[in-house]
């Protein structure tokens, strides 16, 4: 566009708010042609300047462009004496700098803008003129995306694989058809397009582009042509009227009365490392405690698999006692002691080796004030202390200050499974005789009314079960051969 001041013989007339250009008019001699006129005198113009002028004329009906602090958006922003506490703002894809205003006006300018846009099917162009004429324009829409799934027909085809039905071939068939129209569209406004002063074109998807940029033969748009731009804002579907809105969009002063230029923001200053809380230092252990948290770690693993032999072997290798305590004993006030653990987690195991192996106390009581009897969460367990008093004697501690009840050997403990596991067996033997029983009287005694007969739909059913599909098709055809059958026999038997 600027590269080519021999197109721009036309003012591009920016249209204002009628409020905005009243308030111009009522000002003085200034006409909207030359709004921005010494606009970069003012710009070179000192701070200090002594000029002794009272207001400004219409040579000083300028815009002054806020340079230092323009935001980075697609709009930048202009004040004038002439409207205090306004701001205008247009978008930079028509005027990119403050100099190229002056260098437009000074030209002398013609041309116009070229709009394309394509997506979904749809494709719309125009050449607009400067001001705001639709000098040419066509749209076009083909079939060509999918209708439920979305999305165009040579995208799915480039992510899953060629599909092979009546719709996927239409779609592939409209999509050539599209591209074909619009390139011959082009190319008959190829004149047109090369004296546009811009070309917006809206052309998301690689397919759409595809269309547009090519290349190949005969291409008119070239990707890298440097009047080629975007749409700096959000559009919709491709229309005439979209296009027409577009441009618009891009030839109205935007009017702003706060101030679009956000302050910097201060940066605070650093602020002095905070001093950084020393950790309390964690107490050393003694060699003895130490020593303590080893076998704590390993008397405990074996516990917990139930390891009694090991257990009992651990403990004489290191000459330690069933007495032990475990360290730390925060962590183990509810099992401190060997005895304990083995009774809250239900081994029966260890509980009969501590006590009649290790000579394990079970009158200690934890800071609960319970015992490791206590503790005990199943039968085998509770059982096993049994076993130890019988075995132990009642001379050999105070089990009922332990709460162990009155000790039983262990041939009466399994004679006493025995006799409930067969209970058990001759109960559910009886249940199951009844149960046959009954089902054999339902089978074979008369029809009543709630009974209810099989369908032929599931006579159907239960004869093609477990056949192969090819067995069905098989059955099928008998099936409807017999009946074929059965109805010419009717037949002829009623003639």
């Given at each position: 566009?600027?590269?080519?001041p ?5 003012p591009?007339v920016?249209k204002l ?6 308030s ?6 200034v006409?909207?042609e030359?709004?921005g006129e010494g ?8 701070p ?6 009272d207001?400004?004329s219409?040579?000083?009906a300028?815009?002054t ?10 709009i930048f ?6 409207l205090p ?5 247009m ?19 013609s041309?116009s803008?070229f709009?394309c ?5 749809h ?9 705001g ?11 060509t995306?999918?209708?439920?799934q979305?999305?165009?027909?040579g ?35 190829k ?7 811009i ?6 998807r690689?397919?759409?582009?595809k269309?547009l ?9 070239d ?5 080629l ?6 559009t ?19 009017v702003?009365?706060?101030d679009?230029i956000p ?6 200053e ?19 405690e ?8 390993q008397?405990t ?6 390891k009694a ?6 403990l ?7 007495s ?10 509810h ?5 304990y ?10 509980v009969t080796?501590?006590?009649?192996r ?8 934890n800071e ?8 005990a ?6 059982d096993a ?12 501690w105070?089990?009922?200050?332990a ?8 041939t ?5 499974a ?15 005789k009844?149960?046959?029983a009954r ?12 009974k ?12 093609a079960?477990?056949?192969t ?7 099928e055809r ?17 003639s």
């Amino acid at each position: 566009m600027y590269n080519r001041p021999e197109l721009l013989k036309k003012p591009l007339v920016f249209k204002l708010p009628p409020d905005i250009e009243q308030s111009l008019q009522a000002s003085g001699d200034v006409k909207l042609e030359t709004f921005g006129e010494g606009a970069e005198d003012h710009a070179n113009d000192s701070p200090d300047s002594s000029d002794d002028d009272d207001g400004p004329s219409s040579k000083a009906a300028y815009i002054t462009k806020e340079i230092a602090n323009s935001p980075s958006g697609p709009i930048f922003w202009l004040t004038s004496p002439l409207l205090p506490s306004v701001w205008l703002g247009m978008y930079k894809t028509i005027y990119p700098t403050f100099s190229r205003l002056r260098q437009a006006k000074d030209t002398p300018r013609s041309g116009s803008f070229f709009f394309c846009m394509t997506g979904g099917g749809h494709f719309a162009a125009a050449i607009v003129s400067l001001d705001g004429k639709v000098l040419q324009h066509k749209t076009f829409h083909r079939y060509t995306t999918r209708r439920k799934q979305g999305g165009a027909q040579g995208s799915s085809d480039a992510a899953s694989g060629m599909a092979h039905s009546a719709g996927s071939s239409l779609r592939r068939h409209n999509e050539a058809a599209l591209t074909l129209e619009v390139r011959q569209l082009l190319g008959s406004w190829k004149t047109q397009i090369d004296e546009a002063s811009i070309l917006f074109v809206r052309a998301t998807r690689g397919s759409n582009r595809k269309m547009l940029f090519g290349p190949y033969d005969g291409q008119i748009l070239d990707p890298k042509d440097p009047r080629l731009s975007r749409m700096p804002f959000s559009t919709y579907r491709a229309t005439l009227p979209e296009i027409t809105r577009c441009f618009n969009e891009l030839t109205t002063l935007k009017v702003s009365h706060e101030d679009p230029i956000p302050a910097p923001i201060p940066i605070p200053e650093e602020s002095a490392p905070k001093a950084a809380h020393p950790r309390p230092a964690s107490p050393q252990l003694s060699d003895k405690e130490q020593a303590a948290v080893l076998h704590t770690s390993q008397l405990t693993s074996l516990i917990r698999r139930s390891k009694a032999s090991a257990l009992l072997a651990y403990l004489s290798s290191n000459k330690l006692t069933s007495s032990f305590s475990f360290f730390p004993p925060s962590s183990h006030h509810h099992a401190p002691s060997l005895l304990y653990l083995a009774a809250s987690l239900n081994s029966p195991a260890s509980v009969t080796t501590l006590l009649v192996r290790a000579n394990a106390d079970p009158t200690l009581r934890n800071e609960d004030g319970k015992s490791a009897f206590e503790l005990a969460g199943d039968k085998p367990t509770r059982d096993a202390f049994r076993v130890a008093r019988f075995d132990l004697g009642d001379e050999k501690w105070d089990w009922d200050a332990a709460g162990v009840p009155a000790g039983i050997s262990r041939t009466d403990i399994d004679a006493k499974a025995k006799g409930e596991k067969k209970r058990e067996e001759e109960a559910e033997s009886t249940r199951r005789k009844l149960e046959t029983a009954r089902l054999t009287e339902a089978s074979s005694g008369p029809i009543t009314q709630n009974k209810i007969e099989p369908s032929a739909r599931d006579r159907r059913e239960a004869e093609a079960r477990g056949l192969t599909p090819e067995g069905r098709m098989r059955l099928e055809r008998e099936r409807r051969a017999r009946a074929a059958e059965a109805r010419m026999k009717a037949a002829s038997s009623n003639s």
